[in-house]
């Protein structure tokens, strides 16, 4: 079975906190994403990675950046958190197939900063 | 932005009887589109996928359509049963690497 492990499931941060949330899969997949989930907004891709250190913007990358120092590793750092930044967080995985993989997630991590 | 419109955003059917949830996309360059349940409390899990190849596909109770011409694609759930009732959301890619959702439908089943 896939396994993708983020490394909180609930979080709480204050204002202007460094945040970061680590996401480990363990099954050599090349793609890598962090969505955050609202109520009525789905999921919104925020970064997305394809390979070690390479990595691309999604929808909603504005005070966030990523890391992707090893193949099955991908952390997304919120460099100084805000209040509207509390949210769900989804991490997830999928094979490089050339057209579109099914993407396994993450348990989320609740991520609440006061 | 990568939008993907999804309707309608809650849905409530009576048991044994289908649901459509439809989602629509701007950018031709799509080629997979993927539908994926979440149940309360639980992680998004794949149901169903489609690529730009194929028009239809059926899995089940549950199936499929794209029509790539009107850039839109739907999920029918037949004989729906109370553990049919989740949060499904449709997606898209465009290549192999990237992957956006849509905002959510909220399946209740009525027993």
């Known amino acids: 079975d896939v396994k993708v492990t983020q490394s909180s499931r609930y979080l709480v941060k204050r204002t202007g906190e460094k945040v970061f949330l680590e996401c480990v899969q363990d099954m050599d997949h090349e793609n890598m994403f962090w969505y955050r989930q609202d109520p009525g907004l789905g999921l919104r891709l925020i970064y997305f990675?394809?390979?070690?250190?390479?990595?691309e913007k999604g929808d909603i990358p504005e005070g966030y950046s990523v890391s992707r120092e090893k193949k099955e590793r991908f952390s997304l750092i919120l460099e100084s958190a805000s209040t509207n930044q509390t949210s769900m967080y989804l991490c997830?995985?999928?094979?490089?197939?050339?057209?579109?993989?099914?993407?396994?997630f993450g348990q989320g991590t609740r991520l609440t900063v006061v | 932005g990568e939008n993907v419109e999804q309707h309608p955003s809650t849905l409530s059917v009576q048991e044994g009887d289908s649901a459509v949830i439809k989602c629509t996309y701007s950018?031709?360059?799509?080629?997979?589109f993927p539908w994926y349940k979440q149940e309360l409390g639980k992680r998004p899990q794949l149901i169903i996928d489609?690529?730009?190849?194929?028009g239809e596909k059926k899995d089940q109770r549950i199936a499929v359509t794209l029509n790539k011409t009107a850039k839109h694609f739907s999920l029918h759930i037949t004989e729906t049963q109370p553990e049919d009732s989740a949060v499904y959301f449709c997606a898209k890619a465009t290549g192999a690497n990237n992957l956006f959702f849509g905002t959510g439908t909220r399946l209740t089943v009525i027993p």
């Open positions: 950018d031709s360059a799509s080629n997979y």
């Open positions: 990675s394809y390979d070690v250190k390479m990595k």
């Open positions: 997830a995985s999928s094979w490089d197939s050339g057209t579109g993989a099914e993407a396994f």
């Open positions: 489609i690529r730009s190849n194929v």
